[in-house]
């Protein structure tokens, strides 16, 4: 059985830093990119990140480039989300997602989700 989990959420003051990490069991992932999003309250989900579990070749969506760096640990089958100078807009609750594409359009599998949020 596939499970993501994430970890690191919590309640940060604007301009802070959180580091969201993914873990993965059940299966490897060595053809898959692993990624991030997030939904805030009432919005849609927003894709963040990709990273190739293979290559670590990464892919940014326009929510994610600038502040935010996605990685990998392939010994520990953690993905990371590095975000930095976190503003009042990121709040949100992230999610870690499967896909077989790099702009991961049809996820696989989903993580639970963790809160992120930014407080003044």
């Known amino acids: 059985q596939v499970q993501l989990v994430e970890s690191g959420g919590g309640l940060v003051q604007a301009g802070g830093s959180l580091r969201l990490s993914c873990t993965a069991s059940?299966?490897?992932?060595?053809?898959?990119?692993m990624g991030w999003f997030r939904q805030a309250p009432g919005k849609e989900r927003e894709f963040i990140a990709s990273?190739?579990?293979?290559?670590?070749?990464?892919y940014y969506a326009d929510s994610g480039k600038g502040r935010f760096t996605i990685s990998r640990d392939n010994a520990k089958n953690t993905m990371y989300l590095q975000m930095n100078n976190l503003k009042l807009e990121d709040t949100a609750v992230y999610y870690c997602?499967?896909?077989?594409?790099?702009?991961?359009?049809?996820?696989?599998?989903w993580g639970q989700g963790t809160q992120v949020t930014v407080s003044s």
């Open positions: 997602a499967v896909d077989r594409g790099v702009t991961m359009s049809r996820p696989d599998y």
């Open positions: 059940g299966r490897t992932f060595s053809s898959y990119f």
């Open positions: 990273i190739s579990w293979s290559d670590a070749a990464k």
